[in-house]
DNA sequence: TACCTTGCTACTAAATATGTAGCAGAGTAC
DNA sequence: GTACTCTGCTACATATTTAGTAGCAAGGTA
């Protein structure tokens, strides 16, 4: 599975649904990261490695191909930044920064007994 | 790493911010499609597995274990379950469905052309 | 011309996921 | 009690994906 465009079969369903899609997309490593890590503002492929801290260079440019074509992302003059579609998904997962931080002070018998 | 459990180290972030946590473990294969298939009810082993369409048993098993240690499901009579923490996590990203229609439709060139 | 930095490619090793077979336990039917 | 079925799940070999490291080509500086 190349990659997962909406309409035609992707890793885990034969359906071709758009959600199906963008399940598989964003459950590839780091895909939800790069996202994550674009939306505090454009970033070069170094400045972006930063970011992501262990990312290793060939999965970060694959990633990076993926989602522009997938129109996520794009690159212009001062770097890779999240197109308004880009920005769009991000508003809708945004909440989970705050969510996670919710969810770790539940889970107090992991992070420290 | 085994599980991203937030507080400690996980794949791409030696910070243990939840928020790199909760990437690392959506950001596995099938993590999000089990969620968002339990989110339809709950459904013993082998349901999931059919609404899963190519989900591999050994892979389910290992996902619903982690998703359990992590207290997003819970296995109750009638199978496993979203908990209410879940539950709160799938509000969150159910926008995706809708979100991923229009996704779908701006990309004309891929999908059909 | 020598030296940086940047975006990115190449390549090997390690980790993860797929796919298929099948086991052990529970329930039912005779 | 023994044969049949269904369930949750394990085992294991294969295939795919990711990590990790080295380094090249292009562009700018000095």
């Known amino acids: 599975m190349p990659l997962p465009i909406p309409g035609s079969q992707v890793r ?3 359906s071709g649904k758009p959600i199906m899609a963008l399940l598989d997309l964003l459950g590839r490593t780091w895909s939800l990261g790069v996202i994550w890590h674009l939306s505090q503002g454009p970033a070069t492929f ?3 490695q930063q970011r992501c801290e262990q990312i290793s ?10 989602l522009k074509i997938l129109q996520l992302i794009e ?9 308004s579609q880009g920005r769009s ?3 809708i997962i945004a909440p989970l920064g705050q969510w996670s931080k919710d ?3 539940h ?3 992991e992070s420290e007994s």
Chains 1, 2 share one sequence.
């Open 89 to 91: 998904l991000f508003e």
């Open 75 to 83: 690159t212009r003059s001062d770097g890779y930044a999240l197109t």
């Open 46 to 48: 170094r400045q972006l």
């Open 57 to 66: 260079p060939s999965l970060l440019n694959t990633r990076l191909q993926e």
């Open 103 to 105: 969810w770790a002070n």
């Open 107 to 109: 889970l107090p018998a």
């Open 12 to 14: 885990g369903s034969k």
